[in-house]
T-cell receptor, first 115, second 113 residues
Framework: EAGVVQSPRYKIIEKKQPVAFWCNPI?????LYWYLQNLGQGPELLIR????????DSQLPKDRFSAERLKGVDSTLKIQPAELGDSAVYLC?????????????FGPGTRLTVL | AQSVTQLDSQVPVFEEAPVELRCNYS??????LFWYVQYPNQGLQLLLK??????LVKGINGFEAEFNKSQTSFHLRKPSVHISDTAEYFC???????????FGKGTLLTVNP
């Protein structure tokens, strides 16, 4: 079974530029998460999708961040415009909604560097 | 609200020595507890989980953890570490029907020869 796929793995951009990250969850996983991981910190949830619906986006900075999961499978996270403080690793995870517990499977992440 | 405190940011040990990585949590509801490992430039991999039942949980790579409800702790242990165990370890909590995972800040385990 293939794991969570993310691309690109690394991205370097200049501040004020836009950037997008892509995630394909494990087949059959209808819950998808985007996390932000700053250097030396644990992941923090940005947004959670149940199928195509964003059910928890309370931590997503909506002035510059946006996300979509149009067909309830893969997802895109966008930042426009990027700021220096956005340099971090962006992790995607997925899980089964009907599981009795919340075991999330993580992708390798996208490391963003904003210059 | 939930929170996780990992008491040590870095733990250096020698190969074949035992190790304990400490984790304390707070939650107003019953919890599920997890330990994840993150190798350099990789995503998080689940080591073990506590859902209910036996308080001693065994995971992959020889790790185990003990849930202590009275002390609100979930410490991770391994009796003999290898160089390959060098990684960042994260403790996480999820409460009841809340699907949100709250992570600690992580503990960097460095195993020296």
């Amino acid at each position: 079974e293939a794991g969570v796929v993310q691309s690109p793995r690394y991205k370097i951009i200049e501040k004020k530029q836009p950037v997008a990250f892509w995630c394909n969850p494990i087949s059959g996983h209808n819950t998808l998460y985007w996390y932000l991981q700053n250097l030396g910190q644990g992941p923090e949830l940005l947004i959670r999708y149940e199928n195509e619906e964003a059910v928890d986006d309370s931590q997503l900075p909506k002035d510059r961040f946006s996300a979509e999961r149009l067909k309830g499978v893969d997802s895109t996270l966008k930042i426009q415009p990027a700021e220096l403080g956005d340099s971090a690793v962006y992790l995607c995870a997925s899980s089964r909604r009907d599981a009795s517990y919340n075991e999330q499977f993580f992708g390798p992440g996208t490391r963003l560097t904003v210059l | 609200a939930q929170s996780v405190t990992q008491l040590d940011s870095q733990v250096p040990v020698f190969e074949e020595a035992p190790v304990e990585l400490r984790c304390n949590y707070s939650s107003s509801v019953s919890v599920y507890l997890f330990w994840y490992v993150q190798y350099p430039n990789q995503g998080l991999q689940l080591l073990l989980k506590y859902l209910s039942g036996s308080t001693l949980v065994k995971g992959i790579n020889g790790f185990e953890a003990e849930f202590n409800k009275s002390q609100t702790s979930f410490h991770l242990r391994k009796p003999s570490v290898h160089i390959s165990d060098t990684a960042e370890y994260f403790c996480a909590v999820s409460g009841g029907s809340n699907y949100k995972l709250t992570f600690g800040k992580g503990t960097l385990l460095t195993v020296n020869p």
